[in-house]
């Protein structure tokens, strides 16, 4: 999966989750088009309009007078937004060029969902330009950057040339159906108890009032993280992976995000107990196998039967068998250290005929020295 | 030759260099970045090379001439350079940093050209992207010979922690000893003595050479600031400079820029777009080592020093000011530039919808902005050029006042040169007397330089003040007064 592809799921899986997302990219690079076509995938009405050409006026209504006394009226375009409901898609383009007046009544619009005085149901996205791009760029103010969800708009140009070539939508990737909505709130569920686990586990990220111009951009609050959960839910639901789930995290609450990353994958290693029955359940990410594969180690020392041991031994052997040998290498030779001295008071195990695979290996190895 | 995944003879090193990195008695910290990394074995580089998905291009000639002591170091250099971030956002900063400072030391067409005669051979030769348009070929040379210095600078900061680990690295890169720089710098420490040297140099040859009134143009080190005076730089001054820097950098040999590369081979190969971990897994990566890293550290002795920096860099990232600088001067501009005021005199903008309802129109004034400098003291020089550079940068719409000041208000300028400050040194300043001045010349915004060492005016003046406090890095700033937005900015010597 591509850049692009990845950032084009994250924003529809941020749309299944209901939170309002802003891409963030050049002029003239397919944005646009892009939330087109997300509204239609999901079957929402969509109403645009760009920021950067509107006052007060626009979202809190215009004055009219109905028998000689004024009333506030809605914009057609707002109307139309508000009567479809949830089903109502508000795109507002160019958001950082949008006047300094009617950055509190964004505010509005993004938080509490209400247009003027008149609340809405639609889900609420934006896409703005770098600020050194913007026509009178200004950085978002930081509390509307926690209402967001940020992604970075790539358009690659390979890419490109592919929907010029073969029509623009066979560049997205395929998207998967939207989930059933128990579906969603039983994956949402799950990914706010993790959330909730890693963060008691790490208080220290869960709030960082933002400094520089990354005040602008994402950063961590309760807000945001539970943001993240629900992008996750929404990501468990339709099975997207690491790199989705990535961009949605630290779109929500900035790098703080890759420490729940991390933290997933780790929740997701399988125990020494469980790979030693089964090698299907070996990791196939070489980093994750290698901390799998130390695990087994200090299991089987700790432990110190003849069956472990046995097993273990079959399972470096299968590593060998798969051309991982070099993988296994650091688990054979703790193993090979504990069969010449045995943990304290234990009885020897019988030799490993299988080490000798490894025999090319050790002597390969010395030459590194130390 | 290019292979994924390969399978060769010096593929096998490699993997094995891995594992013995990793091995428990040696380093086990690194096993998230060493394992996270995907080969491609190709002739393009001419050594080894790794990018911000992880995959590791190398050279089968050139590890084949490696003992296997140096491959293990060769490959620790590599992860290092990963961990340090070199390959993500810091790297291009600090390239984007670069490429300001070294366009400031080359104005002109003539210096432009000389970009060209120096860097276009390197465009032809190893990057084979020749025949392809770029936007703007000066940008594309100007990005090229920013990052030769960069490349330069990451590989000082990484070797000289080599020295901890026991590890052997391949005489021919580039060390400290070799630059005659100290130790235990960061790799934008080492970049911006490396210009300064290269201007040093510059400025030495122009003199030689009789050329007269040409002080060195605008020599503050490493700086992003300054500016030329008009008819300055067209004498090829920056062709000077640019030799001194190339001359500089042939202490070691030149690197590949491994971004073009990448990009480049994933043009002639697309099936390398579909390897590597994607950014987020690296990152991740990158994380998990460094907490590896402190969690091996709690042994005293465990981890050399200079690692134990670079992984708490990671985790505990310091906001660079550069940055707070720019926020908080860019904020307080939007702020007094979004002062709109309703008024009757003008109609609003569709009234002409409106019929018989009268709604205001509204209008904005463009704020004065005053900048003003304490010339007095221990103004670090450097970084007073690199905070004026910023400071340029966010006001390029507003040509400040410039206000010097010592114990008197000296100048009131409308043009920026760094030249033309004199610092003075000696105490008796007073910042307050220069705010003072440049409020009643009606600014609105006044943006302050000092030391610190300053007394302050008790009532906030009727203008948003931003204070950058220049102190040294490893002492506490001085107070500041609590009507002032501070940005304090660390000087490294």
Known sequence: ?370 | MFIVNPTTEQAERVRLARVALTRPDAFPYYYPIAFGMTLVETDRVPTMAVDARLRLYYNPAWVEGLSEPELLGVFWHEVQHVLREHVFERGALHIRFLKGAIADGLQGEEAAKRLREVYGEFLRGELGVEGEKPLSLEDLLLTMAAKDVANIAEDLEINDDAEGTGLRLPPKGAFVEDFGLPRGLTAEEYSARLLEEAKGRAQGRRGGAGEKGKEGGNSQGGGGGGEKKEGEGQGGGGGDFLDALAELLKKSPRDVLVEALAQALEREHPELREVGASEAAAKVAVRQTAEEILRHAKHPGSVPAGILRAAEAVLKPKVDWRSVLRAKVGKALVDLEARERPTYHRPHRRQGALGSVLLPGAYGLKPEVAVVIDTSGSMGERELGQALGEIKGILRHHRPTVYTVDAEVHAAQKVFSLDQLKLLGGGGTDMGRGIEQAVKDGHELVVVLTDGYTPWPEKAPRATVVVGLIHPKDAEAPKAPPWAKVVPIPVSD
Do not use: C
Not at chain 1, 78 to 96: N, Q, R
Not at chain 1, 133 to 162: S, Y
Not at chain 1, 228 to 242: H, P
Not at chain 1, 248 to 261: D, S
């Open chain 1, 1 to 370: 999966m591509n850049k692009f592809e990845a950032t084009v799921l994250a924003a529809y899986t941020a749309a299944v989750a209901d939170l309002p997302f802003i891409l963030w990219g050049p002029p003239g690079t397919g944005k646009t088009k892009f939330v087109e076509t997300l509204a239609r995938l999901l079957g929402r009405k969509l109403v645009t309009i760009v920021a950067a050409t509107r006052d007060r006026t626009d979202f809190g209504g215009w004055p009219v007078i109905v028998d000689g006394e004024v009333a506030v009226k809605p914009f057609p375009w707002a109307k139309e937004f508000i009567s479809a409901g949830k089903k109502g898609m508000l795109f507002i383009d160019e958001l950082t060029s949008s006047p300094p007046d009617i950055r509190p009544v964004l505010l509005r619009i993004l938080n509490e969902r209400f247009i003027g005085d008149i609340p809405f149901q639609g889900l609420p996205v934006a896409a703005a330009n770098p600020e050194d791009q913007a026509v009178t760029g200004f950085r978002l103010d930081p509390p509307i950057a926690n209402r967001l969800l940020h992604l970075d708009w790539v358009m690659e140009t390979h890419v490109w040339a592919r929907g010029m070539r073969e029509g623009w939508d066979r560049i997205y990737p395929r998207f998967p159906a939207e989930p059933a909505p128990e579906v969603l709130e039983a994956e949402t569920a799950r990914a706010r108890a993790l959330v909730a686990a890693y963060l008691e586990r790490n208080p220290g990220q869960v709030n960082r009032v933002p400094e520089g111009e990354e005040a602008g951009k994402a950063w961590p609050s309760y807000r945001t993280w539970d943001y993240a959960a629900r992008f996750l839910g929404a990501a468990f639901a339709m099975g997207l992976g690491e790199e989705v789930i990535a961009l949605g995290v630290v779109g929500a609450v900035g790098k703080e995000g890759y420490g729940l990353i991390q933290f997933l994958r780790e929740n997701d290693l399988p125990a020494p107990e469980e790979v030693l029955e089964d090698h299907g359940k070996l990791p196939k990410r070489e980093d994750a196998l290698f901390v799998v594969l130390s695990s087994v180690a200090s299991y089987v020392v700790r432990t110190w039967t003849p069956e472990v041991w046995k097993s273990a031994w079959r399972l470096l052997a299968e590593l060998v068998k798969r051309g991982q040998k070099d993988l296994a290498f650091n688990a054979a030779r703790t193993l090979a250290r504990a069969y010449f001295d045995p943990p304290k008071g234990k009885k020897a195990m019988p030799a490993p005929e299988e080490v000798d695979q490894f025999a090319e290996l050790f002597d390969a190895l010395e030459k590194f020295g130390k």
